[in-house]
């Protein structure tokens, strides 16, 4: 399994863009690479995914370099509500199910 | 509303009494996941379920077991629950496409063990 690479922690203000890059230097040919959002004393919310190059949808965009090695997350115009820790996975997602593997997470705090 | 159901939110036990926690889905997703996650910690795989294919995580310990009776129905039971076995444990479901899919998580169940 790819094992993913993130900040701690990242702080930000509202109303500012916030990208959070994600390493993963062994990332495999049919890997995808997927982001997760977490509230405290909840479930994760899946945010977005993709394969390569960039992918956008309602909430974030996601950029993937030609190499696939790293990618960023990047959250527009954040608010106080997107303080949360925000988890990079790479993996087979569903080809068996479950090859998907949580990484650290970042801890973004956005302020007033 | 709710897709992904865990009872009970919470959960008191005692060291060594077995503990069953349950998750329903109505998504009628064929993948089931239970993940443990430790507080500050990322959530950990413990096993998954392909339909009835019943998939271990090989650090997974032998105190924790799972049962899928049916699609809808999924229960996590810790036989002889310790005190490191305190944790947020999470219920997940996913469709099986061809290609990737996302997981839909339950709201978790807290288990504490006294």
């Known amino acids: 399994l790819a094992k993913t690479t993130q900040p701690i922690s990242m702080d930000s203000y509202e109303g500012q863009e916030v990208n959070i890059t994600c390493s993963h230097n062994?990332?495999?040919?049919?890997?995808?690479i997927t982001w997760y959002q977490q509230f405290p004393s909840q479930g994760p919310r899946f945010i977005i995914q993709?394969?390569?190059t960039k992918v956008t949808n309602e909430v974030a965009s996601l950029f993937i370099p030609a190499d696939r090695k790293s990618s960023t997350l990047s959250l527009p115009r954040v608010s106080l509500s997107d303080t949360a820790v925000y988890y990079c996975?790479?993996?087979?997602?569903?080809?068996?199910?479950?090859?998907?593997?949580f990484g650290d997470g970042t801890t973004l705090t956005v302020k007033p | 509303d709710a897709m992904v159901i865990q009872n009970p939110r919470y959960q008191v036990t005692q060291f060594g009494k077995p503990v069953t926690l349950s998750c329903s889905q109505t998504?009628?997703?064929?993948?089931m996941y239970w993940y443990q996650q430790k507080s500050s910690q990322a959530p950990k795989l413990l096993f998954h379920?392909?339909?009835?294919?019943?998939?271990n995580e090989a650090d997974t310990p032998d105190n924790f077991q799972s049962r899928r009776p049916n699609t809808s129905f999924c229960f996590l039971d810790i036989r002889s629950p310790g005190l490191g076995d305190a944790a947020m444990y999470l219920c997940?479901?996913?469709?099986?496409?061809?290609?990737?899919?996302?997981?839909?998580f339950g709201p978790g169940t807290r288990l504490t063990v006294t």
């Open positions: 997940a479901t996913s469709r099986v496409t061809g290609t990737p899919s996302e997981q839909y």
């Open positions: 062994n990332i495999a040919t049919n890997d995808y």
């Open positions: 993709g394969y390569k």
């Open positions: 996975l790479v993996g087979e997602e569903n080809t068996n199910a479950g090859k998907s593997t």
């Open positions: 998504l009628n997703h064929n993948v």
């Open positions: 379920y392909y339909d009835k294919d019943f998939n």
